[in-house]
């Protein structure tokens, strides 16, 4: 079993930075890919981005250059650092992890893009 709970939400100005933390229960290093997905009211979720253990990025179009993974397997923790923030990046923001097949997922933190 595998618990994940996001941190870091919240408003914050257009142009401006955020960090989300992602903290597991466990080693996180088995945990693979794991990945940070969106939702927006009205909108299906939608992958942020993703990091395998060995380290992999990938991210969606509309995030590259802004945002970027990463991930702490001795402290347990992914993380997303999102730069340059627009409206649009509203959403509730949810943390995935893989495990032996299964995916689990946090209960999601909103960040609210918003002058």
């Known amino acids: 079993q595998v618990q994940l709970v996001e941190s870091g939400g919240g408003l914050v100005q257009p142009g401006g930075p955020l960090r989300l933390s992602c903290a597991a229960s466990?080693?996180?290093?088995?945990?693979?890919?794991m990945g940070w997905y969106r939702q927006a009211p009205g909108k299906q979720r939608e992958l942020v981005a993703a990091?395998?253990?060995?380290?992999?990025?990938n991210y969606a179009d509309s995030v590259k250059g802004r945002f970027t993974i990463s991930r702490d397997n001795a402290k347990n923790l992914v993380y997303l650092q999102m730069n340059s923030l627009k409206s649009e990046d509203t959403a509730v923001y949810y943390c995935?992890?893989?495990?032996?097949?299964?995916?689990?997922w946090g209960q999601g933190t909103q960040v609210t893009v918003s002058s």
């Open positions: 990091i395998t253990n060995s380290g992999s990025t």
């Open positions: 466990g080693s996180i290093f088995s945990i693979t890919p």
């Open positions: 995935k992890g893989r495990k032996l097949g299964r995916d689990y």
